[in-house]
């Protein structure tokens, strides 16, 4: 096992890992910036090296100056987290060949999936079903209209490099879709200097239904079962739960078996996530994500395995040790993403925290690097905390998630804790029946 991992994160998830290493009595070495020196991901860490001043380019993104900090502190692994590096094939390469281990898939698996035109094409051929549309790039607007003739009209524009919801564009008619893929290949030039588009059949009502899966290094492949993403606003995640309410027995079996046998099919190792779109007893392939998520809690609370622990077993080269007939899934989990920002207009809103009071109580996780006067500074994502509920079933579940956002406290800025508690009563949620467009109805006001 390693002695030290380098924690190349900040906020909730940096002082997740820190914790996972921590029991595993692995010594952690925190990078920070200027603008995180009190945080708590520094402040808990056994070495913390600043790596540069707040801008992220500068500092979490700083390949040369993150390398360096493994360096002095003789750090054996690298944990990237989530965001930031954690998908950047050539960050990934460059820490091996560096001589540490990353903790994570490994490179050329980041750099597959990280094109999603290529991914749906392994996908497709390892037999998974993928939305249809074009058969990969597509170069210009004759072919685009072509493929759309197809495919039928709303089409959707996607970015190759695409993440977080950007370089996605809808064409509702053939007159727009040059506009469109101009738009969407122009966002996608500047958030990943990959300009490359392809077309997809937009479904109209689908939820986003994605499987976890955890491998070794020696073919060994689980899935964790589902978790569902449907709760989005701009095509990010608000709310997750897990398992799906929306799934039966087969099809949730079908789906997690076809996931954890394409894993295996290329070799893939550690943690990974394979996502759908569900519509009408379907399921569609979207995207593979080849790291730690956002929304693992949820699987952590069905599954009681820690994924984190599991990815540096793994990583450092032990057998997962158990197969899929040992994995038993338990009750219910729901995560809500607290970010510091206004719960209507979503206008950022950093600054100092006053009074922070975090719920506790039975089934009850916050993962959080907040505390009472730590700054929220206004340079990086804006999520500042996770509150994870699990219960013996949905409903004991949703009672709980309730009761424990009636509890929280953070004075001093705006969070998005109002919208939460607003979703979370709502009939439609309560009977677990909505899709990807139902919270932005809720915002708009055409759900109750
Ligand atoms: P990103 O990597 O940018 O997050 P994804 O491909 O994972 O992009 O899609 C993100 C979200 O966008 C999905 O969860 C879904 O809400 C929506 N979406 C993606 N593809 C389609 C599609 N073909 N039809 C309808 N909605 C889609």
């Known amino acids: 096992m390693f002695d030290k991992v380098l924690i190349a994160n900040r906020g909730e998830i940096a002082l ?28 808990l860490a056994d070495e913390a090296i600043c790596i540069g001043p707040p ?4 500092s979490y993104l700083n390949v040369q100056a993150i390398l360096t900090a493994a360096t002095i502190s003789s750090a054996n692994a690298i944990h990237p987290g989530y965001g930031f590096l954690s ?31 290529a991914a749906k094409k392994v996908a497709k051929d390892a037999g998974i079903p993928v939305v249809p549309g074009s058969d990969g790039l597509v170069k210009d607007a004759e072919t685009a209209l072509k493929v759309a ?10 970015a190759s490099a695409g993440g977080g919801g950007r370089g996605m564009k809808v064409a509702e008619t053939p007159e727009e879709l040059p506009e469109a893929m101009k738009a969407a290949s122009a966002e996608a030039k500047s958030a990943f200097g990959n300009g490359d588009i392809y077309l997809e059949k937009v ?26 993403c449907s709760l989005q606003r701009r095509h990010q995640k608000v709310l ?17 078996r076809i996931a954890a046998e394409a894993a295996a099919k290329i070799g893939y190792r550690s943690v990974g996530t394979v996502e759908f779109l569900y519509e009408d007893g379907e399921f569609y392939f979207i995207e593979m994500n080849t790291r730690l998520q956002v929304e693992h809690p949820i699987t952590e609370m069905i599954s009681g395995l820690d994924l984190v622990r599991e990815m540096v077993r793994i990583s450092a080269g032990a057998p997962l040790g158990y197969s899929q007939k040992d994995i038993k899934l338990r009750g219910h989990a ?20 006053g009074d922070y009071y975090a719920p506790g109580g039975l089934g009850v996780r916050v993962d959080s690097a907040l505390y009472t006067g730590c700054t929220v500074p206004p340079y990086y994502d ?51 029946d909505y899709d990807i467009h139902w919270l932005e109805k809720l915002m708009n006001g055409d759900k109750g």
Not at 55 to 58: D, I, N, T
Not at 404 to 424: K, N
């Open 16 to 43: 997740r890992i820190l914790r996972a290493c921590r029991e595993m009595g692995i010594r952690t070495v925190s990078v920070h910036s200027t603008a995180d020196a009190d945080a708590m991901h520094v402040r």
């Open 382 to 432: 804006s999520m500042i905390a996770k509150l994870i509920v699990h219960g013996a079933n949905r409903n004991e579940c949703l009672m709980r998630l309730r009761r424990a956002l009636g509890e929280f406290v953070i004075d001093g800025i705006e969070t998005t804790i109002p919208l939460h508690q607003r979703l979370t009563s709502a009939a439609d949620f309560v009977n677990g």
């Open 334 to 353: 729901v995560e809500c993403r607290i970010n510091a920002e206004n719960p209507e207009t979503f206008v950022p809103s950093p600054g100092r925290i």
């Open 203 to 228: 479904l109209k009502n689908p939820r986003h239904i994605e499987i976890q899966i955890l491998a070794d290094l020696r073919g060994n492949v689980v899935h964790l079962g589902e978790r569902d």
């Open 240 to 256: 997750e739960e897990a398992p799906s309410p929306a799934l039966n027995e087969n099809e949730r079996q079908d789906i997690c």
């Open 149 to 158: 003739g197809n495919i039928g009209f709303p089409v959707l524009i996607k």
């Open 87 to 117: 998908e950047n094939a050539d960050f990934a390469a460059k820490v091996e060949e560096s001589g540490f281990v990353f903790i994570g898939p490994s490179p050329e698996h980041i750099r597959l999936m990280g094109d999603k035109i």
């Open 55 to 58: 801008a992220s380019s500068e």
